[in-house]
């Protein structure tokens, strides 16, 4: 089962109204590939809680780490939200997004959506995913499976897109629906978009050895 169909669209992001928007800062973010991929939450600090401000996080070609917890405090009801923003430059994609061992969830699961650009700018208590590439939720259940797929279909407002992501720029929010801190972990693969070239001289190698195999028989 999808995890987009556990729970009401409304009721997962209930925690979200419990507090508001802080001060918003500019985001900034790097039109290329860095020398050292991911990000890890222990070891690189807190992503940003600020949706017009989030953290960027650097992708390196092939395998990219990112560990992160999220939460509500059960006394404050303070929501701990990360927000973080990728570039994916010319001739690379974000081919898949997989959630790894470690990831743990509480309450209905964790949330995770997706807007294009450097920004996340719909406020965490809306009540529809509208202007959202698109949105799932996901737990340790989903350990394996590809993110980008539970998220890719048209729910509750969002678009939809069709994976891999292209070039461009990708801001994700992920945020625990229940009371604790949870903990998730994603591999973002990046892969380089294969040449036109090399789809056609592989068609026409084919077509030569279909031609050998003609005269042969």
Known sequence: ???TSRHPWQQVLLVSSL???AALLPATASAALGVAGGWNESVNGDLSNEGLAPTFVTL?????TLRGNSGRNATSFEVDRDYFTITIPDGFELSTMEVLAGTLSIGFGSFIGLVSGNTFPIPPDTASAEGMLGWSLFDDGNVGGDILLFMAGPTEGSSGFTPPLPAGQYTFWVQETGIGVSTYVFDMSVTAVPEPATALSLLAGLGLLAAAMRRRS
């Open 1 to 3: 089962m999808s995890p």
């Open 60 to 64: 390196v070609s092939g395998s990219n």
């Open 19 to 21: 507090v508001g928007m």
